[in-house]
């Protein structure tokens, strides 16, 4: 089976197919992908058949899984998978059940001291039309800015909280709720190029600036810096096994389905450096 990969959008993304993690992967054809994934920032493999100790192997070819803090997502026999499944979407405090990922843009677990590297995202139920995921490249997002613009966010750092989610047990609320302080323009440790990072939902502050205030600061500059060209919107087949680079790439899930279907991914995520 001869290795293609092709890219899914001008500034983001790549498909591979012809690879099967379920096999041994040769160690230029992992080294291939693993650049595929640098250069591209986000990559789809095709066609996977994994049970969740052969998840576990593929993805840790990429790296060193961490711990999640949805505590009740995670499976009994492998807490280093989430199990994502809509069907069982609990309401938030207001009552409402809107899916995983789905409230805005965002970054993965930043409010952890050394949030993930990657996120990798294994399609294993679908809804009968849907349930897409659209990612940003936030390299692009940054540099397209005004210069000025963008020498004035360099020095601004944010606070990162842990959500007041049902799901999350109150050990981890503890454990993974100190409070770490990122900063907003981050450089990639491999590629060497800034990004804008931030996740509003776990945004408690900007360094200097009140709660609300950093909001409404946030919110305005992720309307200005997410466009159409720096986004590709991911329609899911099954089998998709997905990686996302955190540290360069926001996403957000789209409630365009019926979540009784149960759209169910499976998410294993991999330990970063301390965002610089
Ligand atoms: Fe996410």
């Known amino acids: 089976m001869a290795v293609s990969i092709t890219p899914l959008s001008e500034n983001i993304g790549v498909e591979v197919t012809g690879v099967d993690f379920s096999q041994p992967l040769p160690a230029a054809e992992l080294a291939e992908i ?16 994994l049970d969740p100790k052969q ?3 593929a993805v840790r070819l990429f790296g060193e899984t961490m711990e999640q803090h949805l505590t009740d997502t995670l499976m009994d026999e492998h807490p280093e998978i989430a199990v994502l499944d809509s ?33 990798a995202l294994y399609a294993i139920n679908l809804p009968a039309s849907g349930g897409d995921t659209s990612f940003a ?10 210069q000025e ?24 609320r503890v454990k993974f709720g100190t ?50 060209e720096n986004t590709y919107r991911h329609k899911w087949r099954l089998g998709d096994l997905l990686f ?25 995520i991999l330990r970063g450096d301390r965002p610089a």
């Open 34 to 49: 693993k650049q595929a994934l640098l250069d591209h920032l986000v990559m789809v493999v095709r066609d996977q058949s």
């Open 55 to 57: 998840l576990l192997a």
């Open 87 to 119: 069907s069982k979407m609990p309401p938030d405090k207001q009552g409402r059940v809107i899916p995983f990922g789905a409230r805005t843009w965002h970054t993965d677990h930043t409010n952890h001291e050394r949030p993930p590297k990657y996120t």
């Open 137 to 146: 490249n936030m390299n692009f997002g940054y540099t397209a800015l005004p």
């Open 149 to 172: 613009e963008q020498a004035s966010l360099l020095d601004l750092q944010t606070v990162n909280k842990i959500e007041d989610f049902g799901y999350i047990g109150e050990e981890a």
């Open 179 to 228: 409070l770490p302080v990122h900063p907003l323009i981050r450089t990639h440790p491999e590629t060497g190029k800034k990004a804008l990072y931030v996740h509003p939902g776990k945004l408690e502050r900007i360094v200097g600036r009140d709660p609300d205030e950093s909001q409404t600061f946030i919110n305005d500059l992720l309307d200005r810096v997410i466009t159409p």
């Open 244 to 268: 996302c680079d955190n540290r360069a790439v926001l996403h957000r899930a789209h409630k365009d389905y019926d979540m009784a279907e149960g759209r169910v991914m499976h998410r294993v």
